[in-house]
């Protein structure tokens, strides 16, 4: 009998560890398509030919690099018999008041039918400033679309719509291409869909993503009949991603024209996002293949389907789910199942606690005090695991103060953290359970994981509908709960049978444990293990009959800290994990002082020569040194240069029935990429306006600070800046200029990094020359 059970173990332990292990390779192709592929089908070597020379330098806007992306770009798309137009147009961001003029790409493929809609295929060709090659973000959208549309009209298929390509400009400075598009194209009017392809890092799975202002359920039960083959999609995420302010080219259709669209986006290795290592030689072959196969199935789809139609108001979840042999399934029900669902789930546990308690009288499988003493270690390990995350992350932060300057929130060894804290949370949950399993039923130990997980859908029932899928494990946890109460199989039998009916807990739900810390950040480890107690708990009837519980305690203890140690031996840097470093030339044109400034808290080979072996730390109480994201933590003073700053000539001022009209036209004088305004005090505009279009958005309070961030692109720009405001307010402001020669100008004689282990820091204004004046 023993023999037996320990089979049945052995057995049920290597299925979990194979659930757990398809769980994440079920998200993405195994296979890459090669370069020989038929002409007639997407390959991911063809599009990485092109992804190689879009993503050879930088080619944020401005900069001659971009120029050559667009040309390159123009240039493949008239290779494929297409006419090519450039939309060029001032695009502006009104919230965050920012505005460049833009250089839409664009082509037309003319449809079979006179269909009222267009489908959108689109993605933006411009890199995050300042230093990343742009390889992901968005190199991949553009090589998926420049090979799924060869791959297209290959087949010689006419589809029904009229399918528009559109590469927006500008997307990383505020999402003006688009805008520019959305507001002045005479194309917008006809559109119905949009596919946008995105990224947040440089590989992993990617996720479907929605924006619509009405419901989803029309357009997810298209995209499920669309076919993909490796969807990879839940509407929790939807519904989180509609909370959280991650907005895209796409979110300027939903807002600005509520036109409707699906992101496809990856954000596997995020710390690669926006920085040098979004890089050809960093991206996952992989997820080409996988965006390549979300363009083809849709393309196929929406080209011949009716897109006026997809609008509605009906809520649904959904979620992916793996069948082996058979690939990624989505599976969608209405939000108005889900408080049903709940409130039956909720009966049945009560019902089924009442029957136990009942039929098993005499085995006092169930009883009062089990019952509450289960309660004990299932709340100890939930609050014991998330404190540990929670303090132990900031603690290795301690010991690796390097990581605060990783500002993703994801280091580089990110994934082997989210090992330790995930094989600690289970050693802690097996080592607390020891002594429980001794002296409680699993029954009794049951219920208090059942607890939680319904008073968990209790709350998603009623505030977060788009988790409601995550009641299957609750109906699973009461199966669970019925088996152990009511079977009559053998030990052996029973222990096969709950780990085959919990595979599909483990294909739906482990893989959030890596999503929550690599997208919201390390800090988040504290969700993951959380998880990973509640999947736990529902376990417990099958852990029960493990009785070498001890030694698996000691044995998920020891693993996390030699993955400690590992992890501990991989946070240096190196050439392919490139430590972020800093320099700017800071000019106070009014007092003619000038700094070295830097946002790292220590000096390194690369900035010290500037700030010295003794930087000023700033005061953030008392410095008015700044940036647009961060604070500068170490500044130097040095000796101010001769900079030509911008002409500004006031054009008019004038005050006319209590109303003070200015035209304020700034003309550069030397080569710099952006300036901005900014107010002393806060201003309320009822006017603003720069070269002849409006700043001022009717969804936000137009008494702000920030009055102007303009990127410059092209020779010989003027400014023209007109507002009106009462002639009671008082008018001050800054101009700054930001320039990125910082490396070529000859009176600083900064050098470039050599160490091939740096680079510069994301996110932030960098390795430029910032020159502030005052205005009035």
Same mark, same amino acid.
Request: neutral net charge; hydrophobic residues 45%; proline residues 4%.
């Given at each position: ?35 020989? *592929? ?51 147009? +001032? ?50 959208? =553009? ?9 297209? =009209? ?81 509407? +929790? ?113 009560? *019902? ?15 009883? %009062? ?12 390990? +939930? ?171 000691? +044995? ?128 309320? %505009? ?91």
């Amino acid at each position: 009998m023993k023999t037996k059970l320990a089979l049945s173990i052995s057995i049920s332990t290597f299925l979990l560890l194979a659930a757990v292990y398809y769980s994440f390779s079920s998200q993405i192709p195994f296979r890459i398509s090669k370069i020989d *592929a038929p002409l007639t089908e997407f390959s991911t070597e063809r599009a990485l030919v092109h992804l190689k020379k879009i993503a050879q330098k930088p080619h944020y806007i401005g900069t001659e690099e971009h120029t050559l992306v667009r040309n390159y770009l123009v240039t493949e798309l008239e290779k494929l018999g297409l006419e090519v137009t450039i939309q060029k147009q +001032l695009g502006v961001h009104k919230k965050a008041r920012r505005a460049s003029m833009t250089k839409n790409i664009l082509a037309r493929i003319k449809g079979s039918a006179n269909n009222e809609k267009t489908l959108v295929l689109m993605t933006h060709y411009d890199s995050a400033i300042h230093a990343s090659f742009g390889a992901s973000d968005a190199g991949s959208g =553009l090589v998926t679309i420049i090979e799924g549309i060869r791959a297209f =009209l290959a087949k010689n298929k006419q589809a029904a719509n009229d399918i528009i390509i559109l590469f927006t400009d500008a997307e990383e400075e505020g999402l003006l291409g688009a805008e520019a598009f959305v507001n002045h194209h005479p194309w917008a009017k006809d559109v119905g869909l949009v596919l946008n392809f995105e990224a947040r890092g440089s590989g992993g799975p990617s996720y479907m993503l929605l924006e619509t202002n009405g419901g989803n359920t029309k357009l997810i039960r298209a995209f499920n009949q669309a076919k993909a083959n490796y969807p990879i999609g839940n509407s +929790l995420m939807y519904s989180i991603y509609k909370i959280l302010p991650n907005d895209t080219d796409l979110t300027v259709f939903r807002e600005e024209a509520s036109i409707n669209g699906f992101n496809f986006a990856f954000i596997g290795d995020h710390f690669d996002y926006h920085t040098a290592g979004d890089s050809y030689e960093n991206v996952d072959a992989s997820t080409i293949e996988q965006q390549g196969d979300y363009l083809i199935t849709m393309l196929d789809y929406f080209g011949n389907t009716d897109l006026s139609v997809l609008d509605n108001d009906a809520e649904s979840v959904y979620f992916d789910f793996p069948i082996p042999f058979l690939g990624k399934q989505l599976f969608i029900y209405p939000f108005c199942w889900v408080l049903p669902m709940f409130i039956l789930g909720f009966l049945l546990f009560v *019902a089924i606690i009442f029957v136990g308690f009942r039929a098993n009288e005499s085995a006092n499988k169930l009883n %009062f005090s089990g019952i509450f003493a289960g309660f004990v270690p299932f709340v100890g390990t +939930l609050i014991l695991s998330s404190v540990v995350a929670f303090y132990g992350w900031k603690f290795i932060q301690i010991i690796h103060p390097s990581y605060k300057e990783i500002l993703h929130g994801f280091t580089y060894n990110g994934y082997w953290y989210i090992a330790v804290f995930a094989t600690l949370t289970v050693g802690m949950c097996f080592g607390w359970y020891k002594r429980y399993f001794e002296k409680y039923t699993a029954e009794n130990l049951m219920i208090a994981p059942l607890f939680f997980w319904g008073l968990i859908n209790g709350a998603i029932a009623i505030l977060l509908k788009g988790a409601g899928f995550f009641i299957f494990s609750f109906y699973i946890g009461l199966l669970f709960l019925v088996i152990a109460l009511f079977s009559k199989q053998g030990m052996g039998a029973k222990v096969i049978l709950l780990t085959i009916l919990f595979c599909p807990v483990l294909f739906v739900f482990v893989p959030f444990i890596k999503i929550f810390p690599v997208g919201l950040g390390l800090n988040m480890l504290m969700l993951s293990t959380i998880f990973i107690v509640l999947l736990f708990g529902l376990l417990i009837p099958l852990f029960y009959h493990y009785k070498n519980t001890t030694k698996l305690s000691i +044995l998920f203890l020891s693993a996390s800290v030699l993955i400690l140690f590992v992890a501990s031996s991989k946070a240096g840097y190196s050439k392919d994990k490139l430590q972020p470093t800093s320099l700017i030339y800071l000019l106070d044109a009014d007092k003619n002082q000038a700094y070295w400034a830097s946002y790292e808290s220590e000096v390194n080979d690369f900035n010290k020569p500037y700030l010295g072996d003794h930087p000023i730390i700033v005061n953030k109480e008392k410095e008015g040194l700044h940036s647009f994201v961060s604070k500068y933590k170490l500044y130097q003073k040095t000796n101010p240069i001769t900079l030509a700053e911008p002409l500004m000539d006031i054009i008019s001022d004038t005050i006319i029935d209590q109303k003070r009209r200015v035209h304020l036209q700034i003309i550069p004088q030397r080569k710099m990429h952006r300036i901005d305004l900014k107010a002393l005090n806060p201003i309320h %505009f009822q006017e603003l306006n720069i070269n002849g279009q409006s700043l001022l958005s009717t969804s936000n309070d137009n008494k702000q600070t920030n009055i102007l961030r303009y990127y410059l692109t092209e020779e010989n720009e003027v400014l023209n800046l007109t507002f009106s405001i009462s002639d009671n307010d008082s008018l001050s402001m800054k101009i700054r200029t930001i320039s990125y020669d910082l490396f070529t100008n000859k009176e600083l004689n900064v050098n470039p990094r050599t160490d091939e282990t740096m680079m510069p820091t994301p996110f932030i204004i960098n390795d430029a020359i910032i020159v502030e004046k005052t205005v009035w």
